[in-house]
Nanobody, 126 residues
């Protein structure tokens, strides 16, 4: 499974931005969940949210709940992270990651995800 994340950039506080994560490869049909993580400068990587690939159910970290929305387009094999009302604290490299169910860790753990995109930088100026 290959994941290609895109859509990052420099925005101002209060703006919106949408990230995309395109999945490809012969094993992409095995994706069960697509997660989004972020890593701010000097901090550990943290869970943002995830979506079930078939049913579209979503989960979010409390820090983004109500501001971020995760969706997916099955026909395009692409997940999206719509980020609204961005804050300076949202500045980070954002990663998408695919869980095919083989590792058994909790969804908030990055160890639950076997495949990772390259990351896309989001910078929010205050």
């Amino acid at each position: 499974v290959q994941l290609q994340a895109s859509g990052g950039g420099l925005v101002q506080a209060g703006d919106s931005l949408r990230l995309s994560c395109a999945a490809s490869g012969r094993s992409s049909w095995t994706i069960i969940f697509m997660g989004w993580f972020r890593q701010a400068p000097g901090k550990d990587r943290e869970f943002v949210g995830r979506i079930s690939w078939s049913g579209g159910r979503t989960w979010y970290d409390d820090s983004v709940k109500g501001r971020f929305i995760i969706s997916r387009d099955g026909a395009k094999n692409t997940a999206y992270l719509q980020m609204n009302n961005l804050e300076a604290e949202d500045t980070a490299i954002y990663y998408c990651a695919a869980d095919t169910g083989g590792l058994g860790y909790e969804m908030v753990s990055d160890r639950a995800y076997e495949y990772w995109g390259q990351g896309t930088l989001v910078t929010v100026s205050s």
